[in-house]
Each structure stands twice: as C-alpha cells, then as structure tokens.
T-cell receptor
Framework: GDSVTQMEGPVTLSEEAFLTINCTYT??????LFWYVQYPGEGLQLLLK?????DKGSNKGFEATYRKETTSFHLEKGSVQVSDSAVYFC??????????????FGQGTILTVHP | DAGITQSPRHKVTETGTPVTLRCHQT?????MYWYRQDPGHGLRLIHY???????DKGEVSDGYSVSRSKTEDFLLTLESATSSQTSVYFC????????????FGPGTRLLVL
C-alpha cells in the first residue's frame, strides 16, 4: 500500500537558518503530494502541493519539488522565522487509484525555531 | 478556510458511553472524511463519504460508525467509547479535479476516561 516516511524530529533551528525536512513516499499510482502545517492548538493547513513529477509547490517562502526518480518531496525554506514553529506533515493522495481522495500521511516533524 | 466546523471542540466521556462528533460544511462539497491524530502516527483515515448515504471504511474504522443524511453534515459515532479512542479527531473535505486536495476542520479533542 501507499506510505509516506518523514525525517525524524524534532528539528530545532535558530532564526534565519536554512530548513530541510525530508519526505519520501511509496505509491502504486501517480500520486499528488502535499505538505500540511499544524500550528499549536490548531487544525491542519495546506502549505503547498504538487500534482505531477517535476512540479514545484511553493508558499510563504517554503518550497518542495516532486521528484519521481527518487520518490521524494523534501520541504525547504531558506530562512526560517520563530513563527514557523509548528508540526509539518507530508502526505500523498492517490486520487487516480481506488481510494478516491484518500490521504496517506507521514508521522509529522516538529519544528522549533529559536530567536 | 473551507467553511468546516466541528462540534464539540472538546469532550470528556467515560468508557462504554456512546459519543457522536459532528462535522458541518457550508460549501456543498461531495467528499468528506474523518481522521484521528495520534502521536507518532500522523493522521489516519477512519471513514469517508462520497455523497449522501454513501460511506466507506478507512484504515482504522473498527469501533466507529458514520452517517451522512445531508450533504452538509457528516457524523462520527463511537458506539461504546474506549480509552484507546482518546485522540484528536479531524474532519476534512476535498476539492480539485480528482478530489486530491483536502482541507481540514479545527478538530475535536476527545478524552475517554
């Protein structure tokens, strides 16, 4: 079945540092890939997405590129802020498969940014 | 904001009691989903619906049932709550040509004593 693996956390950075959170996936079809962010005490918000190979999703300074050859969708940001402290989830949707719209999530990576 | 509300937002209940969580959406989305969130597991799909009275099981459906009698409401019922069902429950809707993008409600925090 489909699966998503994220780098182990937590990740602790100083403000303005470079961020990478690794995400790799296994899927039988042609999935869409997502990054969601969850701020403390809140629900999940869609951060960015990519629907086909070589697409780059971007939002709020975050970027991720859909790499089919390495089955990866790593999240990057050039300069993190304290306000980026949150839990980040990588997910895939095999919407073209039998489970219409079903999302498979990674376990989440906690990011803490210090001033 | 996809116009999703969940109620209640917090609930404490005792083992063996029935519990119903409500998800309400205002934008006529066809697909709706219930997930639970637990540390180390990300979010896992419990049940989903692809229309009024049309529902299907997810990967962790044991102990849960759902109903959808109106487009705007998707109910999740724990027939007899157990401590293992202590979790945060999220409702979601999907959008996109293939329903590939999901948007989430604010969540319900459930504690079963």
């Amino acid at each position: 079945g489909d699966s998503v693996t994220q780098m182990e956390g937590p990740v602790t950075l100083s403000e303005e540092a470079f961020l990478t959170i690794n995400c790799t996936y296994t899927a039988t079809g042609y999935p869409s890939l997502f990054w969601y962010v969850q701020y403390p005490g809140e629900g999940l918000q869609l951060l960015l997405k990519a629907t086909k190979a070589d697409d780059k999703g971007s939002n709020k300074g975050f970027e991720a590129t859909y790499r089919k050859e390495t089955t990866s969708f790593h999240l990057e940001k050039g300069s993190v802020q304290v306000s980026d402290s949150a839990v980040y989830f990588c997910a895939l949707s095999d919407a073209g498969g039998t489970s219409y719209g079903k999302l498979t999530f990674g376990q989440g990576t906690i990011l803490t940014v210090h001033p | 904001d996809a116009g999703i509300t969940q109620s209640p937002r917090h609930k404490v209940t005792e083992t063996g009691t029935p519990v119903t969580l409500r998800c309400h959406q205002t934008e006529n989305h066809r697909y709706m989903y219930w997930y639970r969130q637990d540390p180390g597991h990300g979010l896992r799909l419990i049940h989903y619906s692809y229309g009024v009275k049309d529902t299907d099981k997810g990967e962790v459906s044991d102990g849960y049932s759902v109903s959808r009698s109106k487009t705007e409401d998707f109910l999740l019922t724990l027939e007899s709550a157990t401590s293992s069902q202590t979790s945060v429950y999220f409702c979601a809707i999907s959008q996109g040509a293939s329903q590939e993008t999901q948007y989430f409600g604010p969540g319900t925090r459930l504690l079963v004593l």
